[in-house]
């Protein structure tokens, strides 16, 4: 089993719709997590990223953690086409020097003006 | 402008051949990295440096062979080219030991085909 799942769609909304993306995890020691946005052809970009279980908000975006389901969810408001792209979540583990992120495998999202 | 650049963006070649990868950040950061990510768009890390110091080395052919000259540098060297070596790579910095979570600043990623 994988330590980050996530499926990888592809995911096809219509503009304005509610999105969600899901990961689950299965290392008890991730201690933060990550959702980074790509785009094609380009680099991942940070969008959010939660320590600890509940949610965050920024802007159209909400992060939420499950520590004990061990799920973590990133929503979109209002959808706009300017966020197609593959959304990678990611958990970390290890303080100081040995940190680093593992990695879901992305879900790619289509949004249809 | 660019905070963390890669050369050369496409590389194509043949099998059996030796490449470098080059990597420069202006960000100031301590930490750099070298991730894979493959047709199905799984993200992997290979390396990583702190301060010139390799601090992860994951399960890699040890074909792949980084260099960091200096904090600002991480280069990947790559000999004897096999076609599973085809993939985007992407290089990374996060400013170091400061803090707890560190969000990671990713370049463009240099698209290596195996011919």
């Known amino acids: 089993q994988k330590e980050v799942e996530q499926d990888p769609g592809p995911l096809s909304v219509p503009e304005g719709a509610i999105v969600s993306l899901n990961c689950t995890y299965s290392?008890?020691?991730?201690?933060?997590f990550m959702w980074y946005r790509q785009y094609s052809r380009k680099g991942p970009e940070l969008l959010m990223y939660?320590?600890s279980s509940g949610n965050k908000e920024d802007g159209r975006f909400t992060a939420q953690v499950d520590k004990s389901s061990k799920y973590i969810s990133l929503f979109i408001r209002d959808s706009q086409p300017s966020d197609s792209a593959t959304y990678l979540c990611?958990?970390?583990?290890?303080?100081?020097?040995?940190?680093?992120?593992?990695w879901g495998l992305g879900t790619s999202l289509a949004v249809n003006p | 402008d660019t905070a963390v650049s890669q050369t050369p963006k496409y590389l194509v070649t043949q099998m059996g051949n030796d490449k470098s990868i080059k990597c420069e950040q202006n960000?100031?950061?301590?930490?750099m990295y070298w991730y894979k990510q493959d047709s199905k768009k799984f993200l992997k890390i290979m390396f990583s440096?702190?301060?010139?110091?390799?601090?992860i080395n994951e399960t890699v052919p040890n074909r792949f062979s980084p260099k960091s000259p200096d904090k600002a540098h991480l280069n990947l060297h790559i000999n004897s080219l096999e076609l599973g070596d085809s993939a985007v790579y992407f290089c990374a910095s996060s400013p170091g030991v400061a803090g707890y979570q560190e969000t990671q600043y990713f370049g463009p990623g240099t698209r290596l085909l195996v011919l």
């Open positions: 440096y702190n301060n010139k110091e390799l601090i």
């Open positions: 939660t320590y």
């Open positions: 290392n008890s020691a991730f201690q933060y």
């Open positions: 960000l100031g950061h301590d930490t």
């Open positions: 990611a958990g970390g583990k290890e303080a100081g020097n040995n940190r680093k992120l593992i």
